[in-house]
């Protein structure tokens, strides 16, 4: 190379290593940032799930667990088919129903509820 290309050369390196350390310190705060807001929602998760628990009741995303301590224990459960393939269904005497796949919660119902006198 003649002292020009090399001096070219030299610039190049330099501008790609500046590159390089900006995009891995934007990697690492993007990486910080996530991981803060990834903490904020499973803060806020738990939080709700702790709520519907105190108030007897469950939500989607629940673990098997979860649903115990919100509803107790069930009636019966069995497999029954569900979109994805075979669920497990809970099933309690008041017409309530919660479905798993893979230990999660993907759908309930209420049941029934009383009219009014």
């Known amino acids: 190379l003649n002292p020009e290309e090399q ?4 610039k190049w390196k330099h501008y790609n290593s500046l590159v390089l350390l900006n995009s891995e310190k934007r990697r ?11 903490s904020q929602i499973e803060s806020r998760k738990m939080k ?15 673990t098997e667990k ?8 069930p009636d019966s ?3 029954v088919a569900g979109p994805r393939g075979q669920v497990e269904q809970w099933v309690y005497a008041d017409w309530r129903y ?20």
Not at 48 to 62: A, N, Q, S, V, Y
Not at 99 to 117: M, V
């Open 48 to 62: 709700e799930k702790m709520d519907l628990i105190r108030k007897k009741e469950i939500g989607i995303g629940m």
């Open 77 to 79: 459960s069995t497999m």
């Open 98 to 117: 919660a479905f798993f796949e893979k230990g999660l919660c993907t759908a309930f119902t209420q049941g029934l509820t009383p009219e009014p006198k």
């Open 28 to 38: 690492s705060q993007l990486a910080k940032i996530s991981s803060d807001r990834m």
């Open 7 to 10: 001096v070219y050369e030299e």
């Open 66 to 73: 979860e649903v115990r301590v919100g509803w107790g224990e």
